[in-house]
């Protein structure tokens, strides 16, 4: 954990070096990726199967066993705790709402010289789900996930997952069922992304494939770019807290630990215009710490990455955040409108005091599935535009034509492109 | 160029055929990208001036050099004929309009349960423009790519323009100062691109980086994603034209050259109900390249990847435009709207007689940077969508976090995320 001061000499020393700190640690494993979506794209179903019994320890009996039935996931839902299930219905519900209220609408435009224009939206059809399995099963991740896609109107999401041991976890398949999932396939790694991208006899490809993964995943996302669309290969995780003398220090320590427990790359950052809270908040950590179930990640990632940041005023804590570009900032200060108002860069921002990251992270509606590593600057959250693409279209009568159509021969002549000036003279002569 | 009848025996091999096929030509060129990449990041301004004479042809004096001046730009315009000046106002005053309309709203949703959830959109800061020099300089694409970004709100647009030999094009600089670019640089290739994507005293880095290029340009896109956002890298350019039996040939086969003189790898495709019509324009075609500038190229691309499928009827026709998702659909029948609205995928559609493609090329108003390759199943056409970014936001009083936090705390304690559940229940307790 570093200590900054913009008042300090050092400062922006230590702060780009902050903004440097490699954070992951990347695997070289596109030759192993290329090898096995080779040999899916030439075995299919079979490869699939050989490629399971070697990385997931279990060897489905035949093609058919790689889908999960209907009856396995009735049964797989009765196994759920209720409150949990209810938990899962008020998390999809609420993330339904605020996905619908963000479809945008077609654009139609009626042009004074005769042409009308237009802008029309529609669904991708088959979308590819990645989830992954084993120790770090995130229900939340697959309504995170498969929720935008429906409610874009995409008529088939498939989704697959590895079952290591052959073990499936009950709660995602409830969440795969409740989020409106249409097929479920117990296979994973770069397997799953080449069955999905290039199809097999039992797996229909798809046209875009979302969803996190280990280095595997991301590396077979890479490589089946341009066949299907991908989402963003998502780094580790981070989070920004801006907090004035106001707020309870002890709060803000779980905040930044709930960052930091995801893992050792994670890195949780305070900015706040009081040393006294900036003390209390250093302690406050050490002393959450003392009684966490995942103290060693949580303090790794505090101690590696970690920072507390004074600044002189907002003013200045804007422009840092703008810097950082955080994927999650709360902002626990008395009126915190104006300051996210003044701030430009960030994936998902949480207002208040009554705000803690987790809540968005399940429950509160916006998705979880955001940009990383300072790409808020130009990249966003996870939405219904990930799952919906748009043909713009123009019409014209001759009037529109004659119009404009000049202009367009000239600059095509412009160009050296004879066919297009003529393909609109011949049409005007 | 091949015939098919969706009535013969062997039609769905054909067109099997005819989607797998591989139109482009890829250069094994990333190991001298990285290296040019390096030498960039290592010695910024000169290594811009060494690459500059090594792959241009002229050697800047010095790296203020490297940036056009105004007086230049000034001089440009003054040399450009007015009425292509005229036509590029035209065009650029079009395009503004149609993206104008796109631009979409803020989303703010109340919750009865005592929480706010918004999302915001934002501009990203600064924008780099790659533009083609010398042979395949190409003003309009300058206003297809700039003017997005502007209607936006991107308040910084830096261009890099390659001029072989020192040549700079006059249109593309009149282009360039009309669609509100704010810094133009004679800097090409793979060397352009790692200026604007890690900068150098000269060029301040970018947030994201558009516009097309050769191997190199888009070898080094996709070797700078992540530090910055890239657009789609676009593959050979395609048109698909559907025409019924009421159609002029001859305007057709200018149609289908008009795509085919792009290059030897573009692809243009006549699906029609009617065999008396793919005879007379198969007639046409090669008419009209007896007096085309361009016959050469626009004659080995018909050959090589052209096509002419005969169909029973328009929904037939209709699935086959959806399995070639083309960049660009020209639907001449008497009726083109609800055969477009049965059309699922296609990145811009030209209804009617009078609506030929190059019209949407130049001046029609909506982008001419579209998916291309089939992923318009996925993808969309270039918008002001590629220069926003969304922040989602929560906001919650006490009320709000005591409805839903103990959902959210079930959820986190099942995902072992016991510091995520503390967050909540900490504020709860």
Redesign the interface.
């Known amino acids: 954990m570093i200590r900054l001061n913009t008042a300090d000499a050092g400062f922006e020393a230590g702060f780009l070096a902050l903004l440097d700190q490699a954070r992951e640690t990347t695997t070289k494993v596109d030759a192993a990726v290329s090898s096995i979506i080779a040999e899916v794209r030439a075995g299919g179903d079979a490869a699939l199967l050989d490629l399971t019994g070697r990385f997931d320890r279990w060897t489905p009996a035949d093609a058919a066993a790689l889908r999960v039935t209907e009856a396995e996931i009735d049964a797989a839902r009765a196994r759920c705790a209720p409150?949990?299930l209810?938990?899962?219905d008020?998390?999809a519900t609420?993330i339904e709402?605020?996905h619908a209220?963000?479809l945008?609408r077609d654009?139609e435009?009626d042009?004074p010289l005769g042409?009308t224009?237009g802008?029309r939206w529609?669904s991708?059809?088959a979308v590819g789900l990645y989830v992954p399995g084993g120790k770090a099963?995130?229900?939340?991740s697959v309504l995170m996930n498969a929720i935008p896609a429906r409610v874009a109107g995409v008529p088939r999401i498939a989704m697959c997952v590895p079952t290591p041991d052959g073990v499936l976890n009950d709660?995602v398949l409830a969440a795969a069922h409740r989020a409106g999932v249409t097929e479920i396939f117990r296979i994973g790694g770069a397997q799953a992304i080449a069955a999905l991208a290039w199809g097999t006899a039992t797996i229909a490809p798809v046209?875009?494939v979302a969803g996190p993964g280990n280095a595997y995943v991301a590396e077979a996302k890479r490589q089946v770019f341009?066949r299907?669309?991908i989402d963003s290969?998502a780094g580790p995780s981070e989070v920004v807290v801006l907090a004035d003398a106001s707020q309870n220090p002890?709060?803000i320590a779980?905040?930044l630990?709930?960052q930091?427990?995801?893992d050792e790359s994670a890195q949780s950052i305070l900015i706040t215009t009081s040393h006294q809270m900036a003390n209390a908040v250093e302690h406050a950590v050490q002393d959450?710490l003392l009684t966490?179930?995942?103290a060693g990640i949580?303090g790794e990632s505090w101690r590696r990455h970690g920072a507390i940041i004074v600044v002189h005023d907002w003013e200045e804590g804007a422009r840092l955040v703008d810097r950082l570009a955080p994927e999650h900032l709360e902002i626990m200060v008395s009126e915190?409108g104006p300051l996210?108002a003044r701030i430009?860069?960030?994936?998902?921002?949480?207002?208040?005091?009554?705000?803690?990251?987790?809540?968005?992270?399940?429950?509160?509606?916006?998705?979880h599935v955001l940009?990383t590593?300072r790409?808020?600057?130009?990249?966003?959250?996870l939405?219904v535009?990930d799952f919906l693409?748009?043909?713009?279209?123009?019409?014209?009568?001759?009037r529109?034509?004659e119009a404009?159509?000049?202009?367009?021969v000239?600059?095509?002549e412009?160009?050296?492109?004879?066919?297009?000036?003529?393909?609109?003279s011949?049409?005007l002569g």
Not at 414 to 424: F, K, M, T
């Open positions: 409150e949990l209810d938990a899962l008020l998390a609420r709402r605020f209220a963000q945008p654009v435009l042009d042409l224009l802008l529609g991708i059809d099963a995130y229900p939340s709660l046209d875009r341009g299907v669309g290969i002890a709060l779980m905040d630990l709930a930091a427990e995801h959450a966490l179930p995942r949580a915190p996210f430009r860069h960030a994936g998902a921002a949480f207002l208040g005091a009554h705000c803690p990251e987790a809540l968005g992270d399940y429950v509160a509606g916006p998705n940009p590593g790409t808020a600057r130009f990249a966003s959250g939405s535009y693409k748009r043909t713009t279209w123009i019409s014209a009568e001759r529109g034509l404009i159509g000049p202009a367009a000239a600059l095509a412009a160009e050296g492109l004879s066919a297009h000036a003529r393909s609109i011949l049409r």
